[in-house]
């Protein structure tokens, strides 16, 4: 088995947007112990998994979900919101409606910690700054998931520091705009 995910490794990691048909494959990775431990510590059930994350349920929350692909293999779960007004006591004192934030999750704890996630990050940020309007992404790492932080420093995040959100403590990570070449 090692040998085909290794050579799998050089394909294209892309993102596409995630459907209602990707729910079980969701709910599947969303109850892996490597994702538990990081997202929410528990085990959703499918309704569970439905109720939050079906697209048109996040888009009222102004939430874009996708999924990240390995060639034509989904291998990992992606999200984008809009920072200003996300409710809920998350980033209260933002003011600028250009402000973007990701999230993501890999599938699979036998593709963790060989570049993809960086590569992910990579992709969601081109995707967001396609967006004219988009000012700066950023993101929100538990302070020891060091490897994280690590794979957003790879992909050109810097740390402004720790931040207290609804979900506890975070190091609040940025990435502006590149400047126009
Ligand atoms: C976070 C996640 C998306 C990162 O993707 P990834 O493919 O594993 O990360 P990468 O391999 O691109 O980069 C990880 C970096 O962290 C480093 N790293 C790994 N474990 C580490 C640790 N315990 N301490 C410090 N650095 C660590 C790696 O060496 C690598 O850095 P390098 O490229 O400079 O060598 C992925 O690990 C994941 O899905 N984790 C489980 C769920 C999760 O944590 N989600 C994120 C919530 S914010």
Redesign the pocket.
Known sequence: MMQPVMAALDLPVTLRLMSDADISMLHDWLNRP??V???GGERPSLETVREKYLPRVLAQDRVVPYIGMLGDMPF?YAQSYVALGAGGGWWEDETDPGVRGI?????Y?E???????????LALVDVLFTDPNVTKIQ????PN???????????GFRSEGIVVTPDGPAVYMVRDRPPKK
């Open positions: 490597h994702i431990v990081w997202w990992a999230d993501q999750s890999i599938g704890a593709l963790l910690g060989k570049g993809l996630g960086s590569k992910l990050v993101t929100d790492p538990a998931n060091l490897r994280a932080i690590r794979c957003y420093e790879n992909a």
